[in-house]
């Protein structure tokens, strides 16, 4: 079983939507949570983090984090043209080794 | 701001060659990580270090050897380049439990 698993999509959404990821893991221990987004040639760009259950709100994005059900999701309200990306699920395991899922590559239609 | 910075963009090499890729960060971070990235594959670790001297081995550590001689600076050593090690390769860095930063990453192609 990989560290971590995301929703491989592609998802695509029309713009003023709502584009849900999602994310799960497996090591019970992890501490902290990481959403990543990566334009076409990129390296990745952090976007939100969390590290206790219940969600954090960063303007349009919204982290949700779950321990008891290993799940982990970002929301992306009124998505826009620009949040067209590859976004990555990353989570730190209790050695503190960073663990990436394959990605979720979104598009917002005009 | 943090910054990492890989010491190539772009790389050619040959099959064969014994290749260098660094990287250093100024924020004085304990973790540093290499991964590669391939298409469909996501980012795969290579290796881990957690402080100078001291690596843990990734998902794909074969063919590869790490260098932590100072803290700043985490060196990924290709002992015999050959063709399927042809990705872009990424450089992080990290304080314990709190987020990575990348640098801009090498694209090494081996013919």
């Known amino acids: 079983q990989k560290e971590v698993e995301q929703n491989s999509g592609p998802l695509s959404v029309p713009e003023g939507a709502i584009a849900s990821l999602n994310c799960t893991y497996s090591?019970?221990?992890?501490?902290?949570f990481f959403w990543y987004r990566q334009y076409s040639g990129k390296s990745p760009e952090l976007i939100m983090s969390?590290?206790?259950?219940g969600d954090k709100e960063d303007g349009r994005f919204t982290a949700q984090l779950n321990k008891a059900s290993q799940y982990v999701s970002l929301l992306i309200r009124d998505s826009q043209p620009s949040d067209s990306a590859t976004y990555l699920c990353?989570?730190?395991?209790?050695?503190?080794?960073?663990?990436f899922g394959t990605g979720t590559r979104l598009t917002v239609i005009p | 701001d943090v910054k990492v910075t890989q010491s190539s963009r772009y790389l050619v090499k040959r099959t064969g060659e014994k290749v260098f890729l660094e990287c250093v960060q100024d924020?004085?971070?304990?973790?540093m990580f290499w991964y590669r990235q391939d298409p469909g594959l996501g980012l795969r670790l290579i290796y881990f270090?957690?402080?100078?001297?001291?690596?843990e081995k990734g998902d794909i550590p074969e063919g590869y050897s790490v260098s932590r001689e100072k803290k700043e600076r985490f060196s990924l050593i290709l002992e015999s380049a050959s063709t399927n090690q042809t990705s872009m390769y990424l450089c992080?860095?990290?304080?314990?439990?709190?987020?990575?930063?990348f640098g801009q990453g090498t694209r090494l192609t081996v013919v």
């Open positions: 992080a860095s990290s304080f314990p439990r709190g987020e990575a930063f």
């Open positions: 090591d019970r221990v992890s501490q902290s």
């Open positions: 969390i590290y206790s259950n």
């Open positions: 990353a989570v730190k395991t209790g050695a503190n080794n960073l663990f």
């Open positions: 924020m004085d971070h304990e973790n």
């Open positions: 270090s957690y402080d100078v001297k001291m690596k």
